[in-house]
T-cell receptor
Framework: GQNIDQPTEMTATEGAIVQINCTYQTSGFNGLFWYQQHAGEAPTFLSYNVLDGLEEKGRFSSFLSRSKGYSYLLLKELQMKDSASYLCAVRGWSRDSGAGSYQLTFGKGTKLSVIP | DSGVTQTPKHLITATGQRVTLRCSPRSGDLSVYWYQQSLDQGLQFLIQYYNGEERAKGNILERFSAQQFPDLHSELNLSSLELGDSALYFC?????????????FGEGSRLTVL
């Protein structure tokens, strides 16, 4: 099974930097994903880490430590439009049925509010 | 626009009823995933199909069933509906052998059971 923990809510100021942490326990780890989801909308892909280290993509960066079961998403130069839920998801192998497949298991998400 | 189409966008029905949610994946994607999202549970994986065959099953109730048709669209059937089934149901697709397993989500079908 897989267990994913991330803070429920965070608040940060426009223009600032915020770090959203995620810890996980899984079998057959095959990558960690971050998705952004605005209220009532579909999740959209932000980043992917499968090796230890930092992946940078514009204002967003994501870090992974496989030995610690830990990741974080770093958002720089926060904008009001960054107010959303950020979902940490772990990809692991599952053989619940059929031939088996990699599955994405999502955390409950961190609701980020950006204030002026 | 992710390219994944879900219908209906909104659905209101009564307890005990049966509904069908439909999903058309992105052109060329062979895998379809169904997720349920309720306020207190986050995104819960229900089931995955690959090229018409069930590939993986998550926390899907026996009252729920799904299938993927030869044209690769998928349907999720929810029966004997209960109040607790009220949720946003997302379909997602991914390309065969995708390099990073990224999922492309549809806009979701919001089900309200009264």
């Amino acid at each position: 099974g897989q267990n994913i923990d991330q803070p429920t809510e965070m608040t940060a100021t426009e223009g600032a930097i915020v770090q959203i942490n995620c810890t996980y326990q899984t079998s057959g780890f095959n990558g960690l994903f971050w998705y952004q989801q605005h209220a009532g909308e579909a999740p959209t892909f932000l980043s992917y880490n499968v090796l230890d280290g930092l992946e940078e993509k514009g204002r967003f960066s994501s870090f992974l430590s496989r030995s610690k079961g830990y990741s974080y998403l770093l958002l720089k130069e926060l904008q009001m439009k960054d107010s959303a839920s950020y979902l940490c998801a772990v990809r692991g192998w599952s053989r619940d049925s059929g031939a088996g497949s990699y599955q994405l298991t999502f955390g409950k998400g961190t609701k980020l509010s950006v204030i002026p | 626009d992710s390219g994944v189409t879900q219908t209906p966008k909104h659905l209101i029905t009564a307890t005990g009823q049966r509904v069908t949610l439909r999903c058309s994946p992105r052109s060329g994607d062979l895998s379809v995933y169904w997720y349920q999202q309720s306020l207190d549970q986050g995104l819960q994986f229900l089931i995955q199909y690959y090229n018409g065959e069930e590939r993986a099953k998550g926390n899907i109730l026996e009252r729920f069933s799904a299938q993927q048709f030869p044209d690769l669209h998928s349907e999720l059937n929810l029966s004997s509906l209960e109040l607790g089934d009220s949720a946003l149901y997302f379909c997602a697709s991914s390309p065969r052998g995708g390099s990073n397993g990224e999922l492309f989500f549809g806009e979701g079908s919001r089900l309200t059971v009264l």
